[in-house]
């Protein structure tokens, strides 16, 4: 049945004219009418603004839900964790990943990154994974001896520490950044069943207390470098440091505490990687009572002109890993001669470097 256009023809006579004797009534239906759909057409806006369905590349739903602090978005089932998305800074734009840690697909994790602006994210997002070689040489490292323990100095938004916990391993992550911590704790939410094995530590190291300034660079949100003062100093800022010229995305104020306070006595430590922006040898000198002693295998960042920039000699920082009973080793060749293989490196070059108490890890 077709719906009628004009209802007073039915009742009255007067043709294709209308309603003549009837304008009034017939144009308040007409409000009415008219009322109704315009309120039917907002409840359907409204309806539909707090929760939009797309579809990505590869036809997996994703849900996209905006809270009062971040951008959420999440592939699957959402999982709850609002005290974990509202620790995140407003306007944080954030993507959740699932990254799997072997090739039959049996083991994997779901992680929270940065939806833009962030270099590791990014590889996360499009590659599904995040150095691959480095996840190499600390898994194959921890399977040396039953029972091993990580310890992710710098663990970044925690991509190793999730990965290493996913096969099994207790890992000790030490953060600097409360935003990548908080990223962190978050994806500790959407994967339950590692909770018990990570222990994460948001704090920066340093040999002793200091006040710390960090400030992350445009283009890679999660990558944060540090000036420090002494711990009754006030705040540093970047203003007028030809080290932190440019713009930032970010800032933030950190105190430091010395690596033996952080990590126990007591605790298990047999795997360390550290990754620190030219700050590693302050976060490794405060370690040298009782960590440091315990490691086999280290995997760090080495780039002279970066720890020079942080106060500290290549030479030095190299000669404190020996001092500690490891032995350097670059490109699974050891490494003998510090002073040449330091002046070897151009002015800005970044290399990974290993240490380990016998042969350098082989894959």
């Given amino acids: ?44 806006i409204l309806r539909s603004a707090p929760e939009r369905e797309t579809t990505d590349s590869t036809n997996r739903r994703m849900m996209t839900r905006l809270t009062a602090h971040a951008i959420i978005k999440e ?84 991509y190793f520490v999730l990965y290493m916990a996913t096969l099994g391993y207790n890992v000790i992550a030490v953060e600097a950044s409360q935003e990548n911590a908080n990223l962190i704790r978050y994806s500790l939410c959407l994967n339950p069943e590692l909770k018990s094995r990570i222990k994460l530590h948001n704090i920066a190291l340093a040999e002793k207390r200091m006040r710390c300034a960090m400030a992350s660079p445009e283009g890679n949100r999660g990558n944060m470098h540090m000036e420090c003062k002494e711990e009754n100093g006030r705040a540093l800022d970047f203003s007028g440091s030809k080290h932190w010229s440019g713009r930032r995305q970010r800032e933030e104020v950190v105190m430091t505490a010395p690596l033996d306070e952080v990590v126990g006595k007591d605790e298990r430590v047999d795997v360390l990687k550290i990754d620190t922006e030219g700050f590693e040898y302050h976060a490794l000198a405060g370690g040298q009572k009782h960590v440091l002693s315990k490691v086999r295998y280290m995997q760090s960042e080495f780039s002279p002109f970066m720890l020079r920039k942080q106060h500290s000699d290549p030479v ?14 670059y490109q699974g060749a050891p490494v003998r001669d510090f002073g040449k293989f330091a002046g070897s490196k151009a002015r800005h070059s970044l290399v990974d470097i290993t240490a380990s108490r016998g042969a350098s890890i082989q894959l």
């Fill in 1 to 44: 049945m077709r719906s009628k256009s004009n209802p007073g023809t039915e009742r009255g006579g007067g043709g294709g004219r209308g309603c003549p004797r009837r304008t009034a009534w017939c144009a308040s239906i007409l409000l009415v009418v008219t009322t109704l759909v315009a309120l039917n057409t907002v409840g359907v």
């Fill in 75 to 158: 592939t699957s089932s959402p999982v709850l964790c609002e005290a974990e998305k509202r620790a995140i800074s407003p306007g944080t734009e954030v993507r959740v990943a699932t990254v799997r840690v072997d090739n039959k697909g049996d083991k994997a994790f779901r992680i929270a990154t940065y939806g833009k602006h962030d270099i590791v994210s990014r590889s996360i997002l499009k590659k599904g994974n995040w150095e691959p070689w480095t996840a190499d040489h600390i898994k194959t490292a921890l399977a040396e001896k039953e029972g091993s323990v990580f310890i992710d100095i710098g663990a970044n938004i925690g």
């Fill in 316 to 329: 030095e920082y190299l000669e404190l890993l020996r001092k500690n009973g490891l032995q350097v080793h």
